[in-house]
């Protein structure tokens, strides 16, 4: 699994996840963003506004799928998970770089870019599982994005399980980590 934090975490802090899913059996994988932050502004900012850290972001993540699959680890039998900020970042590689996955994990994220910002990546998912969680009231990811994130991964082939949790605000409920599990039990 590749467990990407969100903004002003760590990568200690996203491990503690990877250690609640009690599979000492997985290899995980956590980057540590420069300065707590993969890009300066709001996953909603226009893109070059969050340049260069989100363009140094995507290719560190392209960088460890590779070096995961250069051990053995193909991309079909890896895990991407991300919260908030990390879950944006997280979705939006997937989404670029489309293609069979063990599976994806956005926890209060969706795709990067201004409302209207086309989306019509190449590739497709080839069935990849799919968890997205978020509040219906996050302070920070508007609703409509999660959806639409939902909508533009099933039309790339991703089998994709949306949850909204009521008045939940922007954190990591139980119920998600068991759809987290129940994801990765089935890699």
């Known amino acids: 699994m590749i467990l990407v934090h969100?903004?002003?975490?760590?990568?200690?802090?996203i491990l503690s996840l990877g250690?609640?899913?009690?599979?000492?059996?997985?290899?995980?994988?956590?980057?540590q963003a420069e300065g707590y932050s993969w890009y300066p502004y709001?996953?909603?900012?226009?893109m070059e506004r969050n340049e260069p850290g989100l363009s140094n972001g995507l290719a560190l993540l392209g960088h460890l799928v590779e070096r995961l699959g250069s051990e053995g680890i193909p991309p079909e039998r890896t895990?991407?998970?991300?919260?908030?900020?990390?879950?944006?970042?997280?979705?939006?590689?997937?989404?670029?770089?489309?293609?069979?996955?063990g599976g994806l994990v956005g926890l209060s994220g969706g795709l990067i870019g201004p409302p209207g910002t086309p989306r019509d990546y190449p590739g497709?998912?080839?069935?990849?599982?799919?968890?997205?969680?978020c509040?219906?009231?996050?302070p920070h990811i508007p609703l409509e994005r999660v959806k639409e994130t939902t909508e533009v991964l099933t039309r790339m082939g991703a089998t994709v399980t949306e949850r909204?949790?009521?008045?939940?605000?922007?954190?990591v409920s139980e119920d998600e980590m068991e759809r987290v599990r129940e994801l990765v039990a089935g890699v």
Request: net charge negative.
């Open 124 to 133: 497709g998912f080839d069935g990849t599982p799919v968890f997205l969680g």
């Open 19 to 31: 250690r609640e899913l009690g599979r000492p059996d997985l290899a995980y994988l956590a980057p």
């Open 42 to 46: 709001s996953f909603l900012a226009p």
């Open 164 to 171: 909204i949790y009521p008045a939940m605000g922007h954190t």
């Open 79 to 101: 895990v991407l998970l991300g919260f908030s900020q990390g879950a944006c970042l997280t979705l939006e590689y997937a989404a670029r770089n489309a293609r069979r996955f």
């Open 135 to 138: 509040s219906d009231r996050d």
């Open 6 to 13: 969100g903004r002003g975490a760590t990568a200690e802090d």
